[in-house]
């Protein structure tokens, strides 16, 4: 494989680093969630503004008619410019550009894209996490409308959202996944109530989301019924990739950050602490390599597929061991930067749990990959 940009990609990628230069934000990124939300999004609607969002998405709907390559530059090159995070909404746009219909399409991805209109995942419930196929939420058909009931938790940014792309079981007599559709719900219909979970770092990022007898017009569901679940394994397909979301070069930016604490502090580092510099930066390594591959599929026309499951497995462990070394790197709890690595390390302790727990993903590659049989249990 050559790993060099193609001449068009050299140029994009000059392009790209030449506006950057020009336009990354000079003001810090604010560290409360509630001030960083608009922090992020006007640097996201800046990047629209300008042809830098949504590149692989087709230009009818907003987006720049380009490739994965190109995705792929830009989450590399807003990575190693330590750009402010972006909102995470593509993967979101994906299902309505798979199952919508026309008018869903012209009606809600450019906005979506733009950021003029947030949309979240409304997916977890409190009895159906990791095992979404067991979700609770009802939506029932009266005449036109479907009428919506349940409880769904861990919803990502609900509380800055207007929409939510939303999971309920439409056929409760059907056998788990097969019973579940897929509905966009405004957030601002009577009976929705979105309350937010304050975290261990103190964010709100996190929001529930209550729904009694919530009406929505028959229009608003997405794809056909019973749908749900294809639509949902598309998104966490999207969702867990690091291609799309731009771990890799975060990851490099702190194994450097690190190493270059380990050099300051002494001139003989402790050999545990080389070894577990050595075992994080073999972690990337592994990771930055699947990352070549899973890319070399995407342009090669594969859709994201259960191997994202691996990309998931990867970046939490290089998270982890980031993490780790961190606090025992910045034991002084009074040192510069200590409070933000502690951050960054409760946040990466629910890496093995979000997005699908690592066991769920072990299992995905089992089944779905090797083949292997489902356990009896």
Known sequence: MDLRDSPKEARFRARLCAWLKENLPTDPEPTVLAERWPYMREFQQRLY????????????????????????????????????????????????????TDEQRRRYLPP??????????GFSEP????????????????????????????????????????????????????GISAFIVPLSTPGVTVRPIVLANGDEEFAEIFLDDVR??????????ADGWRIAMDVVNYERGA????????FERYLSELAAVVKTQTSTPDRAILRALGEAAAALEVLRMHCLRTLSDRVSGAPPGPESS?????????????????????TDTTAPGRAEWFDRYLYGRAGSIYGGSAQIQRNILAERLLGLPRSPG
Request: proline share 6%.
């Open 49 to 100: 503004r300008s042809g830098w969002v949504a590149l692989s998405y087709p230009k009818e709907v907003g987006g720049q008619g380009l490739g994965p390559m190109e995705e792929a530059i830009l989450s590399e090159e807003l990575g190693k410019a330590n750009a402010p995070s972006l909102l995470p909404l593509g993967h979101l746009g994906r299902p309505l550009l798979s199952y919508g």
């Open 112 to 121: 979506l894209l733009a950021s003029d209109e947030i949309w979240c995942q």
């Open 127 to 178: 009895q159906a996490g990791s095992d979404l196929a067991s979700l609770r939420t009802r939506a029932v058909r009266e005449g036109d409308e479907w009428v919506l009931n349940g409880h769904k938790i861990w919803t990502s940014y609900a509380a800055f959202a207007d929409f939510c792309l939303l999971l309920a079981r439409t056929d409760p007599d059907a056998v788990r996944h097969r």
């Open 216 to 225: 929505i017009p028959e229009a608003n569901m997405l794809g056909r019924p």
């Open 243 to 250: 291609v799309e979301t731009g771990y890799l070069p975060k």
């Open 310 to 330: 691996i990309d998931k497995l990867l970046m939490t462990a290089v998270e982890q061991k980031l993490m780790a070394l961190s606090l025992s790197l910045l």
